[in-house]
Every structure is written in C-alpha cells, then in structure tokens.
C-alpha cells in the first residue's frame, strides 16, 4: 500500500500521464503529474514527492537534465526513468546518474508497480535514515565544545591517554567529559557514542 507516499509523474504525453495515473492510483498511491520537468520543479509536490516517474525525452528539459538538477539540488529520492524505442541509451546514462530503474514503453503495468513499489522501499529507508541523522545531529548540539573535542578523540579510536596529551588535558578530566557526553546521549558504551556521532555525518 502506499502509505501516504506520494508518487510524481513527469511526462509531456498527455496519454502516459493519464495511464499511469489510473494505474498507480488504483493501487492506493496519491499521485501528482506534471506535463514538464519544469513544472513538476516550481511545484510544491517538489518537497513531498517520494518517488519521480520521469519520461527521459521531453521538450525544455528532458529526464536525465531533471534528474541531474535534482542532484544539484540536493532532492533525495528515488527516480524510475520510463524510455521510448532508441532511448536506452540515454536511460542506461540515467541510471548511472543514479536512477533506481527504466523502463521501456509500452511498459507492462505489472512491472511499473513492482518498480514504483520497490522505490517507495528506498524512499522509505532513506527517509528513516534521515530521521536517525537528525536525531544524531540534535544529541550532538548538546556537547560543548570540550566535549565536542573529546567525542572527536574518541571516535577517531584515541585513549584516553593519548586523547588528554592530543587536547592538553588530563586522562581523567577526558574521563570526567566522556561520562558527560554518555550521560547526555543517554547510553551506557562507547561504541553507543561512536554510532551516534557517525550517523549525525551521515547525511552531511
């Protein structure tokens, strides 16, 4: 099911959009489509898309020029290109751009929503990773910036010996900070501490 999850459908083809749309939206997808790339970017459903069905060939600005814009952008989510006859080519350049899937048209409704519920997976982990990167980032604003400098020592594997010499500080003043910052990330070891401050970087 969708789960709310709201698919973007870009296509100049009056006929795809119209098509894809009864498809998708019979499977219980909220679905919004859009007759141009550029359109679909001065829209709102920009912010909320979670999956971008996206015809490769267009006028103005064609898939693989929308995806990469997506990418300058910074917009995360996943991208299923749908291609015409001669169009792999620029389908396989797609992909490694990184879109999820192609598929050729006509394509078989059967293997677009297998693709569009595969997407909405990774949409789905993506957004939870994000969550837990948020999350990560808002116990880290809670350090100062001492204990920020030992959270630094510490998950880049130091002791505390070698973390107090690194900082000018004694072994049992990094000690003191280290039972500081576990207390503020609520948990009870180290490798706790090193998990958090990795998943706060892994978003950027």
């Known amino acids: 099911m969708s789960d709310a999850q709201l698919v973007c459908v870009v296509d100049d083809d009056e006929s795809v959009r119209l098509s894809l749309r009864a498809l998708l939206e019979a499977s219980a997808y909220t679905v919004n489509d859009f007759d141009s790339a550029l359109r679909f970017l001065a829209s709102d459903a920009l912010g909320r898309c979670d999956c971008l069905v996206v015809d490769v060939r267009m006028p103005e600005m064609n898939g693989l020029a929308l995806q990469e814009e997506l990418n300058r952008r910074g917009r995360v989510f996943p991208v299923i290109v749908i291609t015409g006859h001669g169009d792999v080519p620029l389908a396989v350049r797609a992909m490694k751009a990184g879109a999820l899937d192609f598929i050729e048209k006509p394509f078989d409704g059967e293997v677009m929503l297998a693709s569009v519920g595969r997407a909405l997976e990774v949409s789905r ?80």
Not at 143 to 159: D, F, K, M, Y
Request: aromatic share 4%; hydrophobic share 45%; charged share 30%.
């Open 125 to 204: 982990a993506t957004r939870d990773e994000a969550a837990e990167a948020r999350a990560a980032k808002d116990l880290l604003d809670l350090l100062t910036p001492r204990e920020r400098n030992v959270l630094e020592q510490l998950v880049a594997g130091r002791s505390n010996k070698v973390a107090a010499y690194e900082l000018g500080i004694s072994p049992r003043t990094v000690e003191i900070h280290r039972a500081r910052i576990m207390d503020k990330f609520n948990v009870r070891s180290l490798s706790e501490v090193v998990r958090i401050a990795l998943t706060a970087t892994r978003f950027g």
